[in-house]
């Protein structure tokens, strides 16, 4: 049976997007599996399915371009936010989408009725190590010493519903990322694996970085990533507390609030193109 697919993107980071108010797809891990690769099929980072909730206006369940099942994914819900406003005609300037990581609050910028950005609460940064999780002692893992194929990086661990593993460097983009990422990625320091973000810092709380996430391997963006390492930050002392911290990405920028209560994340949602599949 076919059914439609709508193909949205935050700042790069691209998904392809499934209504499932009314039908499931039966087996959505393979699904992403065959529909992420971006020589035979529509091409992602994963697929997204938009579904009906018992707690919030719609809940959320993401899957990386391996099949593996994400916890939260930043722009993926804010390309849900947009969705949810333009095409459900849930027209209101606050939403709210359930995710494995807990009920996430969206506001809306909308002009002409489009959605242009959205504010969302991220949550609480974690930073204990075994609710990220990630194998270093201590009550944080801010600033400490991790050796990958023989070479020791300085790291910072947090978690924004999923892990993330921050490392400052002179130049992200001379980094061989297909080579170092996938080390980070299955080091045995993370149990769950790790998303690793690795971060320039270019002026007063301003940052660029290159991210390869767990599951889908490079992306033009991460929203929980552009979190972590504006949180990494300011508890490295690289940036000021209280002040928003503007993230450069492959695909474009994000700005982050940090407060000891939330993080928020502003950004840009945009539609691709919509098809249909056979599932």
């Not at 206006?57 to 819900?77: L, T």
């Not at 990581?101 to 204990?128: I, N």
């Not at 940052?207 to 300011?234: D, I």
Request: proline fraction near 5%; charge should be negative; aromatic fraction near 8%.
């Amino acid at each position: 049976m076919l059914q439609k697919f709508w193909k949205m993107h935050g700042i790069g980071n691209d998904y392809i997007y499934f209504d499932c108010f009314d039908r499931v797809p039966a087996d959505p891990a393979a699904l992403a599996v065959k529909l992420s690769d971006r020589h035979f099929s529509v091409g992602g980072d994963g697929v997204v399915l938009i579904l009906k909730s018992d707690v919030a206006d719609a809940r959320m369940r993401m899957f990386n371009a391996d099949g593996s099942e994400g916890n939260m994914c930043g722009n993926a819900i804010r390309c849900i936010g947009k969705f949810l406003y333009e095409v459900k005609g849930m027209q209101k300037p606050v939403l709210t989408v359930e995710t494995k990581s807990g009920v996430k609050t969206l506001q809306l910028c909308v002009g002409s009725g489009v959605v242009r950005s959205v504010r969302v609460d991220m949550g609480a940064a974690e930073l204990r190590p075994a609710r990220i999780p990630a194998r270093f002692e201590g009550e944080r893992a801010v600033g400490v010493p991790l050796t990958v194929d023989g070479k020791t990086y300085d790291v910072t661990c947090v978690s924004m519903g999923n892990p993330h593993c921050v490392v400052f460097v002179d130049d992200p983009y001379a980094l061989p990322l297909d080579a170092v990422g996938p080390l980070f990625e299955r080091h045995p320091a993370f149990p769950e694996r790790v998303n690793t973000e690795f971060v320039r810092v270019d002026g007063e709380n301003e940052l660029s970085m290159r991210v390869w996430e767990r599951g889908s391997g490079e992306t033009w963006a991460c929203g929980t990533g552009a979190c972590a390492v504006a949180v990494a930050a300011v508890e490295r002392g690289l940036a000021s507390a209280g002040k928003p911290v503007l993230v450069h990405l492959r695909g474009g920028d994000l700005t982050i609030e940090y407060t000891p209560s939330a993080v928020y994340m502003t950004g840009p949602a945009e539609f691709a193109f919509t098809g249909e599949v056979e599932i």
